[in-house]
């Protein structure tokens, strides 16, 4: 196996770190580049401004880092609670600020981070850019209601990611994209919701992952997997 470059986005949260130390580890990767608010090179959701700078630096030869192609992308960007406010239980609680907060940040954002990032997957070899959904982003398997913005969110993140996989296939037919659903993990987005004991650490989670990610063959369309690898209906 030739030696890669990896990029994670979002990299201070508890998956972002995780996937980061993953490439760290491995021998096989000779660059493992992690991006987030407090990073060097840093970004944030709402600024579409820092996304292109970051991305023209890492295109650069100059740059920190040379001129980066990556094998793997992995967007881990996302919130469950914004502004303090949790998910909505019942249709009375929405309100168009909490919406339109839950679209910025789980799906906007993540648009946007593919559009500026993705072209800096290697394109004549095998490449994954992957985001990380949620089982509840799926339309057919919402069986309990509720959670209506980050629900509707991340169903948008998917269509999105759907969208840039179809059109990206033209240029890079080789690459796979991805929406991920990492199981109930031990982070700040989970610990009001889940005890830990009752939800996996962030390594054993991306650890799956990876095993799910290297499983997928490119089909020129984004796939929604779980992590152990089960294919989860749009």
Partial sequence: MSRYQALVLGASGAIGQAFLAHFQNDAQCALAVGLSRQSVLRFELENEDSMAQCAAALRQTTGPYGACEFKYIVDA?????????????????????????????NAVGPALLIKHFSPLLVSQDAACYATLSARVGSIEDNH??????????????NMLLQTAAIEAFRQKPLAVFAALQPGTVQSGLSAKFVAAEDAMTPEDSVSQMMRALQSLQPTGRAQFVDYAGHTIPW
């Fill in 77 to 105: 960007t996302g919130a469950l609670t914004l502004d303090g406010q949790g998910p909505e239980k019942r249709l009375q609680a929405l309100n168009a600020k909490q919406l339109l907060r839950q679209f910025e940040v």
């Fill in 144 to 157: 309990k209601g509720g959670w209506y913005g980050y629900r509707a969110a991340k169903a948008a993140r």
